[in-house]
C-alpha cells in the first residue's frame, strides 16, 4: 500500500484576494455606526465650525479659513472611518471568527491587509463626502492644491486604520468605538488638527509632535499652508503606521494562537 501525501497548498499573497475584500466590505457597510461615524459626523462638523462668514473672507496660505477647517475635518474624517473599519475586527474576535482563521491557510500578513485596506476604502468615501460638501458651503482653493490636501489626507489615514485594527484586538466589541471616537478627539487637539501649534505653547506643541494625529494633518495641510516641518510629518506617519500595524499582527498571532 502507497501513502499519499497531500500537501496543502498555500494560496497567493497569503489568502488576500479580492473576492475576500469585497466579502469583506460588504459586510462593513451593513454596520450602521460605521456609516454614521464615518459619513455623516465628519460634514456636519464641518458645516458646524467651518461656514461661519468670517471664515470664508480670511486668507490662510492659498486658501480661505474655510477650506483650512475643511481640510481639517477631512483628515478627522478619514481618521473615524479608518479607525472604526479597523476596530470592527473586535466583533469578530467576539464571534470567535479570529479562532477560525487559525484553521484556514490566511497569513497574519494578508488578514492584517485585507483588513487595512477596507479600512482605506472607506476611509476615501469618507474624504470625497468632506470634500464635496465643502465645495458647496464656502472652501475657496485652487483646483490643484485640493485635490493635494483630500489624497494626502487619505493616504496618511493609513496610520489610523493600523490603530483601529490594533485597538479592535485589544477592546472589547462592546465598547471599542465608544472609547476610540473620544479618544481619537482628545488626539485631534493634542495633535494640533483642531487647534494650531502655535496657540498651544512651547511644551503642548512639542509634545504634538509625537502624537499619531500630528503628522497626518501637517502632511493634509502642506499643499495649503507651505509651512511646517515637513520631514517630521513623514517620519511620524511612517513611525506610528508601523507601530499599529505590527501590533495588529502580533495581536492576530497571539489571538489566533489560542485555538
Same mark, same amino acid.
Given at each position: 500500500?502507497?501513502?499519499?501525501?497531500?500537501?496543502?497548498?498555500?494560496?497567493?499573497?497569503?489568502?488576500?484576494?479580492?473576492?475576500?475584500?469585497?466579502?469583506?466590505?460588504?459586510?462593513?457597510?451593513?454596520?450602521?455606526?460605521?456609516?454614521?461615524?464615518?459619513?455623516?459626523?465628519?460634514?456636519?462638523?464641518?458645516?458646524?465650525?467651518?461656514?461661519?462668514?468670517?471664515?470664508?473672507?480670511?486668507?490662510?496660505?492659498?486658501?480661505?479659513?474655510?477650506?483650512?477647517?475643511?481640510?481639517?475635518?477631512?483628515?478627522?474624517?478619514?481618521?473615524?472611518?479608518?479607525?472604526?473599519?479597523?476596530?470592527?475586527?473586535?466583533?469578530?474576535?467576539?464571534?470567535?471568527?479570529?479562532?477560525?482563521?487559525?484553521?484556514?491557510?490566511?497569513?497574519?500578513?494578508?488578514?492584517?491587509?485585507?483588513?487595512?485596506?477596507?479600512?482605506?476604502?472607506? /476611509?476615501?468615501?469618507?474624504?470625497?463626502? +468632506?470634500?464635496?460638501? @465643502?465645495?458647496?458651503?464656502? *472652501?475657496? %482653493?485652487? #483646483?490643484?492644491? !485640493?485635490?493635494?490636501?483630500?489624497?494626502?489626507?487619505?493616504?496618511?489615514?493609513?496610520?489610523?486604520?493600523?490603530?483601529?485594527?490594533?485597538?479592535?484586538?485589544?477592546?472589547?466589541?462592546?465598547?471599542?468605538?465608544?472609547?476610540?471616537?473620544?479618544?481619537?478627539?482628545?488626539?485631534?487637539?493634542?495633535?494640533?488638527?483642531?487647534?494650531?501649534?502655535?496657540?498651544?505653547?512651547?511644551?503642548?506643541?512639542?509634545?504634538?509632535?509625537?502624537?499619531?494625529?500630528?503628522?497626518? /494633518?501637517?502632511?493634509?495641510?502642506?499643499? +495649503?499652508?507651505?509651512? @511646517?516641518?515637513?520631514?517630521? *510629518?513623514? %517620519?511620524? #506617519?511612517?513611525? !506610528?503606521?508601523?507601530?499599529?500595524?505590527?501590533?495588529?499582527?502580533?495581536?492576530?498571532?497571539?489571538?489566533?494562537?489560542?485555538?
Amino acid at each position: 500500500m502507497t501513502a499519499t501525501t497531500i500537501e496543502r497548498r498555500l494560496p497567493k499573497f497569503g489568502g488576500f484576494t479580492l473576492g475576500m475584500i469585497a466579502l469583506e466590505l460588504r459586510r462593513l457597510v451593513r454596520n450602521k455606526r460605521t456609516v454614521i461615524f464615518s459619513i455623516v459626523m465628519p460634514p456636519a462638523f464641518f458645516l458646524i465650525f467651518g461656514t461661519s462668514g468670517d471664515y470664508r473672507t480670511e486668507r490662510i496660505g492659498d486658501g480661505n479659513a474655510t477650506a483650512y477647517v475643511l481640510i481639517s475635518m477631512a483628515v478627522y474624517g478619514a481618521m473615524l472611518a479608518t479607525t472604526s473599519g479597523g476596530a470592527m475586527v473586535s466583533i469578530e474576535r467576539a464571534a470567535g471568527w479570529s479562532r477560525q482563521l487559525r484553521l484556514t491557510p490566511l497569513k497574519p500578513a494578508a488578514y492584517v491587509a485585507i483588513k487595512l485596506t477596507l479600512a482605506m476604502i472607506i /476611509g476615501l468615501v469618507s474624504v470625497v463626502v +468632506v470634500n464635496v460638501v @465643502g465645495a458647496f458651503f464656502g *472652501a475657496d %482653493l485652487p #483646483v490643484g492644491e !485640493w485635490i493635494a490636501c483630500a489624497v494626502l489626507a487619505w493616504v496618511c489615514a493609513l496610520v489610523f486604520a493600523a490603530f483601529g485594527l490594533f485597538m479592535g484586538y485589544l477592546l472589547p466589541s462592546e465598547n471599542v468605538m465608544q472609547i476610540l471616537g473620544p479618544a481619537l478627539g482628545i488626539l485631534s487637539f493634542a495633535g494640533g488638527l483642531f487647534v494650531p501649534l502655535d496657540t498651544l505653547g512651547h511644551t503642548f506643541a512639542t509634545i504634538a509632535k509625537f502624537t499619531p494625529v500630528y503628522g497626518v /494633518g501637517e502632511l493634509a495641510r502642506y499643499p +495649503v499652508t507651505q509651512s @511646517g516641518h515637513l520631514w517630521q *510629518a513623514v %517620519l511620524n #506617519v511612517v513611525v !506610528w503606521t508601523l507601530v499599529f500595524a505590527f501590533g495588529a499582527m502580533w495581536r492576530f498571532r497571539r489571538d489566533t494562537a489560542r485555538v
